[in-house]
């Protein structure tokens, strides 16, 4: 074996460990270094401290974990909670409002957007939606309006060069609700317009189910466990939400999944 396809060989299994199954991944560095000359192994040792030296031990870290690149610069994970009620309440308001700005090439959350969201029509919650979503009247009452957050949402777009139109990115929602329902569905109750940006959007559950070739019924359960992840937070949490959707899609584009949209054209 050549100095040059022995190290190759050992990158490929530090670089490719998504693709590899995970349960023969260390048996198969242990074979390779086996076969390799000392001089190799030196070799290589020697260019991974290099590495260490010049970039530092997380880039190194990165590199050696690196996963196909994505069509998008970002991702923004988006997961509404709403007002809500057995029997369905009508119009259903929007009362949580986050986003996660997910990083295409790392997969990394790099900035939160927050808010809580006072509706208007029904501007008591119900004891079923505060028992669902955890949230609770005093975290609604005195926040701005949806057309308000709005407003601050496309401030933090502006500000986290979202809005360049060089810079590629779209929403990632479990599901069609939040973009197709949910959000088109008030903003023409309130007579508001809704931004291009919210237009389009990957659906997770369709991703997931492209990716495992299975469809989630039980929506983040189902992938948190068909991916092997522990839940984070309280379920229909909706910042929590966005931190397992992420969590999911990073997992996924480590094993090589590349996100599309999903979603039709408006």
């Known amino acids: 074996v050549s100095d040059a396809s022995g190290c190759s060989m050992i990158a490929l299994l530090h670089t490719g460990a998504a693709k590899f ?26 260019i991974v401290s290099r590495k260490l030296a010049s970039h530092g031990f997380g880039a190194c870290m990165a590199a050696m974990s690196s996963f196909p690149p994505q069509r998008y610069h970002y991702f923004l994970v988006l997961d509404f909670e709403a007002t809500c009620d057995k029997p369905q309440i009508h119009p259903q308001e929007i009362i949580e409002f986050p986003i996660l700005k997910l990083n295409g090439r ?17 501007p008591q919650l119900t004891p079923f939606c505060t028992e669902l979503t955890g949230i609770i009247q005093g975290m ?8 308000q ?9 502006a500000k986290e ?9 779209i929403f990632v929602t479990c599901g ?3 973009l197709k329902v949910m959000l088109p569905g008030q903003c023409q109750y ?12 990957i659906n997770l559950k369709k991703a997931y189910s492209f990716a495992m070739g299975s469809w989630p019924k039980n929506g983040l359960l ?20 966005c931190k397992n959707i992420a969590n999911i899609m990073k997992t996924l584009a480590h094993r090589g999944f590349i996100f599309k949209q999903t979603s039709k054209p408006f």
Not at 114 to 121: A, K, L
Not at 190 to 201: I, M, T
Request: hydrophobic letters at 40%; proline letters at 8%; zero cysteines.
């Open 176 to 178: 069609d609700w939040d």
């Open 190 to 201: 309130l007579g508001l317009p809704v931004a291009d940006y919210f237009k389009q959007w």
């Open 161 to 169: 060069g979202l809005l360049d139109p060089s810079v590629k990115s």
């Open 140 to 147: 609604v009452d005195g926040q701005p309006s949806l057309q």
């Open 149 to 157: 957050v709005l407003e601050r949402v496309d401030e933090w777009m």
């Open 21 to 46: 199954p995970q349960n023969l991944l260390p048996r198969a560095r242990q074979t390779v270094r086996s076969l390799l000359p000392a001089a190799v192994l030196k070799g290589y040792n020697s």
């Open 106 to 122: 790392t997969m990394e959350i790099e900035s939160t957007f927050h808010m809580y969201v006072q509706p208007v029509v029904h």
């Open 222 to 241: 189902d992938m948190n466990k068909g991916l092997n992840l522990q839940h984070i937070g309280r379920p229909h949490s909706g910042i929590d939400d």
